[in-house]
């Protein structure tokens, strides 16, 4: 018990000074990105603090994998450097039962990591960009275009070629109603719809119903506007961030594209990132003590090198999945997933072959 006590000390004394270290790296990162823009837009530094303030805790959810990584890795060379572990091999003790206490403390750091991502960083960050954005006179348009929205179950779908949210009016309207069954009922087109009364009021309609099999144009009945009572909201310029947004608006978002007809293949990989990223803090104390004891000399830069080099591999190998994702190269499930599976095998090989 007083050897884990021991290991945990040293292991938590490691870890806050390496996320503390790399927490300060990332927001001077983003303030040096952003310094002129700030300076050429004359934000005041309160502001700018605010920003960075906003910041940390994304910051801090960047950094937690990479300092357990670090952490794991210099504490147990350092053990063998030192030679501190040859007592607890003799003893009988195996290289994965000394550091299952940091296994364990990998697990439950990967369930807080998620419920801290989703709680706090969300919110405060969505904060950090909409702040950043008012103070470098950012306006985000809520006009559309290219528009496609299924409404009342399906059975009307609008397809728009602009959204004027100034205006609450469309152009270029299209709209298909549907029967229960979704067979086609009839097509209206309009060069121009307006949102009057709580309902879209079309010019110079035109409308195409079907009749007895057959497809007829027949004159537009103005009380058919009573029909189409879509709100102006739901063609407005929505498109959000699935990193923004905690895993119960993603969902929602993503069923929104789903229902527009959008692509969605890009926000459903992010968000199973979401799930994925928070069990990289687990996999990298295997990882970790799989490079553990490569050399007794040089143990800092050693162990720093090499989780710079394992994180490098980790990053890239997920950007490359992401994006065969977003384009539908490969489901969104794979890639947000494959980095981690793959690293999971990583490091069981290595500790399989790991010096004990």
Known sequence: MKIVM??????????????????????????????????????????????????????????????????????????????????????GISLFKFSFPLLIVGFFMSFGLFVFEDNIVVPTYAKKNKLQSQALQKEKSLDNDRIVIMADGGNIIYKAAYYNDQLSSLKSLWILVRNDSKDFEELIFAEDASWIDDCWELSKPVVYRKIDGEIKNVPYNHLMSKMFVEPPETFRNN?????????????????????????????????????????????????????????????????????????????????????????????????????????????????KYART
Request: net charge positive; glycine share 4%; with cysteine.
């Open 239 to 351: 498109t959000i961030s699935v990193e923004e947004v905690n895993t119960r608006e993603a969902r929602q978002y993503i069923s929104h594209l789903e229902k527009a007809g959008l692509p969605v293949s890009e926000a459903k990989s992010v968000y199973y990132k979401k799930y994925s990223f928070s069990f990289v803090v687990f996999i990298v104390v295997f990882l970790a003590v799989g490079l553990s004891g490569k050399t007794r000399k040089n143990v800092l830069i050693i162990s720093l090198a090499l989780s710079v080099i394992a994180v490098v591999l980790f990053y890239v190998l997920q950007m490359i999945t992401m994006l065969m994702a977003k384009f539908g190269a490969i489901p969104p499930v794979f890639g947000a997933w494959f980095p981690v599976v793959f690293f999971v095998f990583a490091s069981s090989v290595l500790l």
């Open 6 to 91: 021991y290991m945990l000390r040293k292991f938590f004394s490691i870890f806050f000074g390496a996320m503390v270290f790399v927490v300060l790296i990332l927001c001077i990162m983003d303030l040096l990105i952003n310094l002129w823009n700030y300076m050429s837009k004359g934000v005041p530094w309160s502001v700018v603090g605010k920003i960075i303030y906003y910041y940390v805790p994304k910051t801090v959810w960047y950094a937690v994998p990479i300092s357990m990584l670090f952490a794991t890795a210099y504490m147990l060379s350092d053990f063998y450097a030192k030679n501190e572990l040859l007592a607890i091999f003799a003893s």
